[in-house]
């Protein structure tokens, strides 16, 4: 059976940049038997923030979508999101829009979230890629 996982913005950033975390993501990426998805909202997010720190957008847009699927905002994902969004505001007051759409794909999907990203933690959906703890 295919495991299928929502790759949010922080994984991405970590990969790009080749950090320890960015290794783990790299890891999953590269397992044959892992359907990969992005949200558009994400790819959005990943391009400005490789845009701002002057880095080669154009390579970073490529290996996005030659790593995953990107899965389109249409009316009924951005309803979910809107409720989710909603929702996790209730407990978590910085959690972001962004966030609620890749937590909104990944229901859609049936899929994981691969992130680093603390606003994840303790969501059922999410898969924390950390570093590895120091022996």
Request: with cysteine.
């Amino acid at each position: 059976m295919t495991r299928e996982y929502v790759v949010d913005a922080y994984a991405w950033i970590e990969y790009l940049i080749g950090s320890e975390i960015g290794a783990r993501v790299k890891v999953v990426l590269e397992d044959e038997n892992v359907g990969i998805y992005t949200c558009a909202v994400t790819l959005g997010e990943v391009m400005s923030k490789i845009a701002r720190e002057e880095q080669d957008v154009c390579t970073a847009y490529r290996i996005l979508l030659s790593n995953s699927d990107v899965i389109d905002v249409d009316e009924e994902l951005s309803k979910q999101t809107g409720m989710i969004h909603a929702e996790m505001r209730k407990s978590r007051k910085d959690f972001g829009l962004a966030d609620a759409f890749v937590l909104a794909t990944a229901r859609k999907l049936g899929a994981r979230i691969l992130t680093g990203d603390p606003h994840f933690q303790g969501i059922k959906e999410a898969t924390l890629v950390t570093k590895k703890p120091v022996s």
